[in-house]
């Protein structure tokens, strides 16, 4: 009966052992991804040289994704563009993320009424639509990288404070936090040593995922032209400046795009695997 | 705890949030860089007289925790000032572009629920599921104006079936409301699986089944209704999305509407327009959240005790 019990009921176990060619495709796309963030150079040639003599020319064996309105060649600035929006993404990511522990555990941690004017904040920053909190934070600090780096940290904070928190609330009840206490150990020590390391575990794996939206928004405002101004190759300043040249020149915006969607469906894709793994779970 | 004070309590709580909303919007305005007289003047003659005009007729003399609460009480009565930049109500600036975004966002969600559940129900078989889960990932995570403008350049530049831009007739709301809406398909499709999955395996499932009822009907008359829940409190979060996306859907295929109001005042510095649009929206996701609790009471019963 024991042996009954420890089967899986469903089958679903039988997952853990099925090949997932999606996911080496994924970490594979993002290695290249991150050798054009590092040595951009290696891939392309100058994403700002102007060919005034092919313009818009389809993609061939030179322009593997066509050229531009201006004859750039859109891979060389596919290429280059990665360094520009993933260092977007990533640096609000990480302004989400940190912010994000500390009013958690302030929140987590606190005295009970400084834990309900932190979750009520975080309701009612919820309540606004990422891409409009954005904009908001945008129409105040004025349009730029950085601001958009930090409007789309600012708009991402509520969501990984909500999960700290609500992580430091099982931590702080678990049976070692009370054996800590026992034995005498200090409030900071406490924090640090005890409740700190159990809260940040789940945060990298989310962080993959959110990552992946961080490069979404950031495309979507950079699209709307508040973000990195042109010539800079941004991936979302690239799809606005084809859309104007779609009904002659798909492959102008088409492409770029693709990479961005490539880019975004394999962060998330390695985020939840990674999810799955972290829980135990494999459904 | 009776069902009266359960309702009680959600409207409440919505109000709250939706006063915390307001006020986050109007530290916003506070925020918001240079003078407010010098917003207000622009480009227009400036000198001390003028100055002393502006702020009598802004009533800017007043002070901040005064203008704050006038701020509310007018917010409640649906008066959000005026624009600065166009020297006009914002409620008549706003409202005007109310309706086709709203259009949008209801056509687009209403195709998404529906394709949503299609695609949760139809397809149970193991291989299918596979290719529909991997499909919903990918609808998930391509960025709205990429999907718009592959639509826009399949239908409307090579087979011409749909226009290009604007917002005539059905025709033109296609497209954009597809686009708008998958991205929501795909998340309600998962959470529904998943909702199924789960109700399916519950005692319920294998009494129905017990009772000879085909395993369709199992699906559509027993199983859907608990997985119906998480997607329904989705909604409020579903709208979130439809209005933010609506945004980047309008400048893809160049449609009136609040995004574009949003974006135009975003990039000329009109901050009351600006925080209309946001409070607007802060306000559709508080009563559609609400709205969405209380149909998980009226779902739920056991939801009705806690």
Do not use: C
Not at chain 1, 75 to 101: E, K, N, P
Not at chain 1, 122 to 137: T, Y
Request: charged share 15%.
């Amino acid at each position: 009966m024991t042996l009954a019990l420890t089967r899986p009921v469903t089958g679903r176990l039988r997952l853990r052992t099925r090949p997932r060619p999606g996911l080496a495709v994924a970490a594979v796309f993002l290695a290249l991804i991150l050798t054009a963030v590092a040595w951009p150079s290696l891939f392309g040639g100058d994403p700002l040289a102007a060919d005034p003599l092919n313009v818009l020319q389809a993609p061939s064996a030179r322009h593997w994704f066509g050229t531009d309105q201006l004859g750039r060649d859109v891979f060389d600035r596919v290429v280059h563009g990665a360094r520009h929006s993933l260092s977007i993404g990533v640096a609000a990511t990480l302004i989400a993320t940190s912010t994000g522990i500390l009013l958690g555990l302030l929140a987590g941690l606190g005295h009970r009424y400084a834990d309900e004017a932190f979750s009520r904040t975080f309701d009612a920053l919820s309540a606004f639509p990422i891409v409009l909190l954005a904009l908001l934070f945008i129409a105040v600090a004025g349009t730029g990288t950085t601001s958009l780096i930090v409007a789309i940290g600012v708009a991402l904070t509520p969501h990984y404070a909500r999960v700290v928190r609500a992580q430091t609330f099982v931590v702080r009840r678990a049976a070692y936090v009370t054996h800590a206490v026992a034995f005498g150990a200090s409030r900071p020590r406490l924090v640090v040593r005890h409740v700190l390391p159990n809260v940040l575990g789940p945060i990298p794996v989310i962080a993959v995922i959110g990552l992946g939206e961080a490069v979404l928004i950031a495309a979507g405002l950079s699209f709307l032209g508040l973000g990195p101004q042109p010539p800079s190759p941004e991936w979302g300043a690239m799809l606005s400046e084809g859309r104007g040249y779609l009904h002659i020149a798909w492959w102008a915006s088409v492409l770029p795009g693709l990479v961005v969607t490539a880019t975004i469906i394999s962060l998330t894709a390695l985020g939840r695997h990674f999810q799955r793994r972290f829980e135990g779970r494999t459904a | 705890m009776s069902v009266a004070s359960a309702v009680l309590r959600r409207v409440a709580a919505g109000i709250v949030v939706l006063w915390a909303a307001a006020t986050a919007a109007y530290l916003a305005l506070l925020a918001a860089p240079g003078d407010m007289v010098d917003s207000i003047i622009g480009d227009g003659a400036d000198t001390p007289q003028i100055r002393a005009e502006v702020i009598a007729e802004w009533r800017l003399d007043r002070p901040a925790l005064v203008q704050y609460l006038d701020y509310l009480w007018r917010a409640v009565q649906g008066d959000l000032g005026r624009s600065y930049l166009l020297q006009r109500p914002v409620a008549d600036v706003v409202g005007a572009q109310v309706w086709p975004t709203l259009k949008l966002a209801i056509a687009a969600a209403v195709f998404g629920s529906l394709l949503a559940v299609i695609l949760a129900v139809a397809i149970r078989r193991p291989w299918a599921r596979r290719f529909s889960s991997t499909a919903e990932l990918v609808m998930v995570s391509t960025p709205p104006f990429l999907i718009g403008i592959v639509l826009l350049s399949v239908f409307s530049f090579q087979f011409g079936l749909f226009p290009v831009s604007g917002d005539r007739g059905f025709a033109a709301l296609v497209l954009p409301a597809v686009t708008l809406g998958l991205p929501i398909a795909g998340l309600l499709a998962q959470v529904l699986r998943d909702g199924l999955d789960r109700a399916l395996d519950e005692p319920f499932a294998v009494t129905a089944r017990a009772r000879g009822l085909r395993e369709r009907s199992v699906l559509a008359r027993h199983a859907l209704r608990h997985a119906l829940l998480p997607a329904v409190a989705l909604a409020g979060w579903t709208f979130g999305v439809l209005i933010g996306g609506s945004v980047i859907i309008e400048q893809v295929f160049g449609r009136p509407g609040l995004g574009q109001v949003a974006l135009q005042a975003v990039s000329a510095g009109d901050m009351p327009v600006v925080i209309a649009v946001v409070v607007l929206a802060a306000t559709v996701f508080v009563v559609v959240n609400t709205l969405a609790d209380l149909a998980g009471l009226l779902i739920d019963p056991r939801l009705r005790r806690s």
